[in-house]
């Protein structure tokens, strides 16, 4: 299990005050994790030491620069388990890797009446450049239906995939459900029936330990402001294949071999998808964010997610008129989302908020989701490896305190 | 420490018992949009009298205790108002009648019915015209 | 005139030693520029006390993250003096910015035998998306030539300019001869055409004030590492009515206004182009980068590279061999590209590694520019605002004892 | 302090008195490839006699001195290699040639001409169906 009070100390905001006397209660990690002083440390560093340019430079700041982004992507491969760095694309985030899959592969792979096949439980990210890409080119969307527990119709899956799908994307843990969901068994549904794979691992990658040779994915992508990281920045895994097929998604300075006036040749993998000066600092935090959390083991991170989540149910279901959404504690990650009779998930939020208590409320970037349960919007707690059963008890305590305001 | 001066009374009770909810058969123009924070639509009829003037405004829609009093709030200040007037609605007047501290995200949701009332009352034709077009379809 | 010695004081870096009693003398700024205190604090307060996801969240960090974030929007642009902060759009980098205007307006305007305008010392970042986009589409690319000073060929434009001419997009600086491009005029010719007009600031923004509404130009883009801030972030600037009509770039969270499983809405701009979590501490310190920069005066900051790059081009024409390339001291920023005679530039940069001074050698991502020099890199020395006249007499002096380990 | 390690006699002499530097009119095999990180471009021109073995071995092109002195001192160590011994050539037996401390960015300097080297090799037939295909053409 996790030393929980040496974590805290790690984490310099769990200090602060959001009010006079209200410590913070950060119940959002699901939207952007707090950063330990550690990762917060190592581009300080960088900025004070090392900062340079990469790749093109011969001085010694360039070089260590270069060596220090590089190192990381090394560090993030073998988190993820991939076979070669080459295959760990730099993006900017989740939603960048998931679009540039959309354009580079989509473009040259998707035509009028090929079916991509989603779920009904996608995050934005992984449902709208689908939807771009298929309106452009005539190609049909198909999801694959949740059931009232929030867990995927596994039954419905095969049907779906027909010899038209070409690729089957989803996510791997739901950010409002909370819902793990097989990803091994999907991946092998869709490439039984001739389609790619590709994996939304925005909230898996925070809390679980990933595989991408186990899970045989074609494609995954990640932020690393979930997973202790600074914002800015993510990767794409893919597999070396289907990379080296694709033609570049944005163009410039980094990506190319030769230019002359009259066209381009590309650089080798990963750079062909890197355009620009990348995100250097931030590339070196997502080093020091996936050492963090190997140092705490993600079996360990996981563990406490199950512990905590398993807490929180509990301590929720005391709160009458409380109805969270999704599995049971043993099949999700640590997300929570629920409704309040009587009170509008904006209402909570600003009433915890007034005790210090971080969560979120809204449709989570996942209307369709909250579409189809027949509501707007629903309050959502996210734990992560600092959260203890304290600020659970507070968390109920304050709701108990809402429904006071709303006399309830 | 609660500190509860965004949620008064008053809030509480419009949000629970509110005003101007529902819908007009016979209204002259329906407007809807939605709140991107959260999803909450708010929808909002108006009829005129012939006079140009909100004869009568009904309001519906999901949302927060903010924006569900102020839907309320605002309806009924709008009854009477020439179109123009409607249309020259300040913020800061919706505002002051709410009468709570608001954080930004906040304000969002309380502007919420004002925007929808004016985006239908600007999509409406002038009075003069609008008059022209009703007697044209008779 | 800047307080030189004060400036310094206030970039951390410059009091590393690069190898063990060889004080750091960074002449790379061209390439990336060092960070200010006040920037690296700015972010690494924004991560110790204020870090949440933006613009979705009704807690108290979320809004103050937001709020921080939305502010560095805003002082952005003032700083180039854009009518209204909606037209400006964060990005990854300049080469993004430019990406998503050859994505976004460039698929949706240009056909068949329309013509790109650019000019032969273009950075690759504003070639290689027009030659994609030129080579899908059957556009034609011509090219400004530039002359034997490294200037551009002025009399040459207008004809360049046809009625088939869509959009001129051109460098304000050019980031190896150094050489300041009258962007205002070239902008009128464009618009006189027909065509609009694209700035890539990336090396412009560092160095003088910019004013989008003096020059009229239709788009521009820059970096935030080139002046003063963090990697992973720079701006697009559009004019209004043209981002209005162009569809999305990248697709995802906050980019959308609803959405269902049969399709979308947008957000208003700016957010249209933002999509997913953002880069938001980096924004909070282009915001704090620009502050330090409006500090310092941008006309100050301007009068001090034509000094610094005055004195240095005078010190430089006494070693022998020596070749700058580029047009005199008061047509240019401060980048300064040359030639040593039967040395690399490789070479050169190693060997002034040796004594701390940082330069590049290579292509400059400027592959046709070279070529049409008939060489395939320069080295270059690049000036910013802590650079001194002792390190510029130290870079002659270095470049002497290269000569000498060349028996030259 | 200068620390000119790198730049020992032996490299500037070879760097500015090349060896095998030139082409060869009757290669059996031509490759050039450049160095991304500069745009220097290295071509190498091979022959091989009938054992196929480098009977003749020419170099060309531009580049810093870690990269021209590689050329000459692998293109005169492989002379009389066959194909396949010039394929597995190393990269770490080229560097202790060189015999100087690198930094990575400059081992792709000083490991340009062997890839390019090797490149060719890979790009031929092996040597019996190299034979055959000259067979067949004549
Ligand atoms: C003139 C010019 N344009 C564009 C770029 C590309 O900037 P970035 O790499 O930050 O996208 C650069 C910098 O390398 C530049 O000097
Ligand atoms: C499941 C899922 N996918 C994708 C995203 C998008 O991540 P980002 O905003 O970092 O691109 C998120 C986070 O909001 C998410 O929870």
């Given amino acids: 299990m996790l030393n929980v009070p040496q974590i805290r100390s790690d984490f310099p905001i769990l200090a602060t005050e959001v009010y006079p006397g209200v410590p913070l209660i950060y119940l959002d990690s699901a939207a952007s994790s707090q950063k330990p002083v550690q990762v917060i440390e190592a581009m300080d560093d960088y900025y004070r030491h090392t900062n340079a340019n990469v790749h093109r430079g011969i001085h010694r700041l360039s070089e260590e620069a270069t060596n220090a982004y590089e190192a990381a992507r090394a560090k993030i491969a073998r988190f993820i388990n991939a076979p070669d760095p080459a295959e760990v694309i730099y993006v900017s985030n989740t939603t960048e890797g998931i679009n540039l899959v959309a354009y580079s592969w989509g473009r040259a792979n998707i035509q009028a009446g090929d079916e991509i096949l989603l779920t009904e439980m996608e995050h934005h990210a992984n449902l709208v450049p689908w939807q771009v890409l298929a309106e452009e080119k005539g190609a049909v969307i198909k999801y694959v239906p949740f059931l009232a527990d929030g867990t995927l119709d596994l039954t419905a899956v095969p049907a779906l995939l027909t010899e038209r799908t070409k690729i089957f994307a ?4 739901s950010n409002v459900f909370g819902t793990v969901n097989p990803v091994k068994q999907l991946v092998k549904l869709a490439h039984d029936a001739g389609a790619i794979a590709l994996v939304d691992a925005a909230q898996a990658a925070p809390r679980m330990p990933l595989d991408v040779q186990d899970w045989d994915c074609d494609f995954m992508a990640f932020s690393a402001h979930k997973m202790c990281g600074p914002t800015g920045i993510g990767i794409l895994y893919g597999k070396r294949a289907l990379l080296e097929a694709m033609p ?3 163009a410039g300075g980094d990506m190319i071999r030769r230019v002359t006036l009259e066209g381009s040749t590309w650089n080798e993998l990963p750079w062909k998808f890197e355009a620009g000066t990348p995100a250097i600092a931030e590339g070196i935090g997502f080093g020091a964010a996936v050492d963090y959390l190997n140092g705490l083991g993600m079996e360990n991170v996981h563990a406490h997610e199950q512990f905590i989540t398993n807490y929180a149910l509990e301590a929720l279901s005391e709160v009458g008129g409380l109805r969270v959404i999704g599995p049971p504690a043993s099949q999700r990650g640590g997300v929570t989302a629920f409704t309040l009779e009587g009170i509008h998930p904006h209402d909570i939020a600003e009433l915890l908020d007034k005790d210090g208590i971080a ?14 349960l027949g ?4 309050a959502r707690a996210s734990f992560y490896v600092h959260t203890t059963t304290e600020e659970i008890d507070k968390l109920v305590a304050s709701l108990h305190r809402a429904k006071k305001v709303f006399r309830l | 420490m ?14 629970q018992n509110p005003l101007n909810y529902g819908h007009l058969e016979d209204a002259d123009w329906t407007y809807e949009e939605d709140n991107p924070l959260c999803g909450d ?35 009924d200040a709008v009854k009477g108002l020439t179109l123009e007037e409607v249309r020259n609605f300040s913020k800061e007047e919706l505002l002051e009648m709410i009468g709570v501290p608001l954080s930004m995200a906040r304000v969002k949701c309380a502007l919420l019915s004002l925007k929808v009332l004016k985006a239908g009352a600007y999509g409406m034709p002038d009075p003069k015209s609008l008059h022209q077009h009703i007697d044209d379809e008779a």
Same sequence: chains 1, 3.
Avoid at chain 1, 359 to 372: D, F, S, T, V
Avoid at chain 2, 43 to 61: H, P, Q, T, Y
């Fill in chain 1, 375 to 378: 509501i707007n919007s629903t």
């Fill in chain 2, 2 to 15: 609660l500190d509860e001066s965004m949620y008064r009374e008053q809030i509480i009770d419009l949000y």
């Fill in chain 2, 41 to 75: 639509v708010i929808e909002v009829d108006v009829k005129l009298d012939e006079n140009g003037r909100v004869a009568d405004i009904a309001w519906s829609g999901d949302g927060c205790a903010i924006s569900q009093a102020s839907a309320s709030l605002l309806t």
């Fill in chain 1, 359 to 372: 969560i979120r409320a809204g449709h989570h970037c996942a209307m369709p989701l909250h579409h189809k």
């Fill in chain 1, 170 to 173: 989803f996510t791997a843990v």
């Fill in chain 1, 248 to 250: 570049p998604f944005q």
